[in-house]
């Protein structure tokens, strides 16, 4: 073989290489999407519920900080 069949044939080998490594990654992600579509009924509403409750709790929490600082602060004298 000639130096630039070698190298071409090289490279081929290398992209055939690289190809099939994202098609099995396509794969596992159609796969991932698949199996979560599948579980997406009842056992997501409790994970759901729980990022509510969080965010509330923690928009709560920053109101909360809102109000102790405004409150801290002196009031400005109106002329």
Same mark, same amino acid.
């Given at each position: 073989?000639?130096?630039?069949?070698?190298?071409?044939?090289?490279?081929?080998?290398?992209?055939?290489?690289?190809?099939?490594?994202? $098609?099995?990654?396509?794969? !596992?992600?159609?796969?991932?999407?698949?199996?979560?579509?599948?579980? +997406?009924?009842? =056992?997501?509403? @409790?994970?759901?519920?729980? $990022?509510?409750?969080?965010? !509330?709790?923690?928009?709560?929490?920053?109101?909360?900080?809102?109000? +102790?600082?405004? =409150?801290?602060? @002196?009031?400005?004298?109106?002329?």
């Amino acid at each position: 073989m000639t130096p630039n069949v070698t190298v071409g044939y090289m490279a081929e080998q290398i992209n055939r290489g690289r190809l099939d490594g994202e $098609a099995t990654r396509d794969w !596992l992600a159609v796969e991932a999407a698949r199996k979560r579509a599948r579980a +997406s009924g009842p =056992a997501t509403m @409790p994970a759901m519920l729980g $990022a509510v409750l969080i965010r !509330l709790g923690e928009r709560m929490q920053g109101t909360a900080q809102h109000l +102790s600082t405004s =409150a801290d602060s @002196p009031v400005p004298s109106v002329r």
